[in-house]
Nanobody
Framework: QVQLVESGGGLVQAGGSLRLSCAAS????????MGWFRQAPGKEREFVAS????????YYADSVKGRSTISRVNAKNTVYLQMNSLEPEDTAVYYC????????????????WGQGTHVTVSS
């Protein structure tokens, strides 16, 4: 069993930056692919970014590519999402997800999910 706890959300002005963190519990957590998703009010949850277990392969949604960086520190069982040049359209609840075999995240699914952290970008 893996538990995921997100942090780092908040209110930021357009053009600003935030770094989201996802702390994972469980000894095997560092061997899982990890990803970030978001769900804006009235919209479906969407994929944002993912990273493989070793941190060597990353994927990004077109909407955040070039503005965001996903990374991980396995010694800390923590995954990060650095978001820059934030736009009001980035306002959403951001969720962290773990994928045991690394085959689900880009399809919008995961094996374990956090509770989410709110990000609000004001114009």
């Amino acid at each position: 069993q893996v538990q995921l706890v997100e942090s780092g959300g908040g209110l930021v002005q357009a053009g600003g930056s935030l770094r989201l963190s996802c702390a994972a519990s469980g000894r095997a957590a560092s061997s899982y692919a990890m990803g970030w998703f978001r769900q804006a009010p009235g919209k479906e949850r969407e994929f944002v970014a993912s990273i493989n277990d070793r941190g060597s392969i990353t994927y990004y949604a077109d909407s955040v590519k070039g503005r965001s960086t996903i990374s991980r520190v396995n010694a800390k069982n923590t995954v990060y999402l650095q978001m820059n040049s934030l736009e009001p359209e980035d306002t959403a609840v951001y969720y962290c997800a773990a994928d045991v075999f690394g085959t689900k995240l880009r399809a919008g699914r995961g094996d374990y999910w956090g509770q989410g952290t709110h990000v609000t970008v004001s114009s």
